[in-house]
């Protein structure tokens, strides 16, 4: 048995212009939605806003080549890097805050939480198991 579908809400206009793009490519509307949530789900992770999405379309060569080799690199390039102690920390930090001030990451990328989640998140206190673990 595969996944469950969800039903979601969207705008009037999002939903005819997912009808037509979708009827354009022999795409029914869900698979249009689902294909589009996809696209800006890989943005994001390759840390590309909206606005450098939309001067990619209008023909941004750097930004192309930027996202060429990002997607370019491999797999395993890709895997996340472990950080150990504060110099290495500092500098990592250093280096996304240089990338969010250039325009190249966006502030939102570096975020743990969705600001969804973050809303409907309910925070609890608790006493740690010992001092020192936990918060």
């Known amino acids: 048995m595969g996944p469950m579908a969800k039903s979601i809400r969207v705008s009037d206009g ?7 793009a979708g009827e354009a490519v022999n795409r029914s509307l869900a698979d249009q939605v689902e294909y589009w949530a996809r696209l800006g789900a890989a943005l994001d992770t390759a840390g590309i806003t909206m606005a450098q999405a939309l001067q990619l379309l209008g023909g941004d060569a750097a930004l192309k080549e930027r996202v060429i080799a990002h997607v370019g690199q491999s797999h395993a390039a890709r895997q996340r ?40 998140a309910t925070f609890v206190e608790r006493v740690p198991d010992a001092p020192g673990k936990g918060w």
């Open 81 to 120: 890097r472990s950080y150990k102690g504060a110099a290495s920390i500092a500098a990592r930090h250093a280096q996304l805050e240089d990338e969010v001030t250039a325009g190249k990451r966006s502030p939102e990328s570096l975020f743990l939480l969705s600001r969804r989640q973050l809303k409907s």
């Open 14 to 20: 999002i939903y005819e212009l997912a009808a037509s």
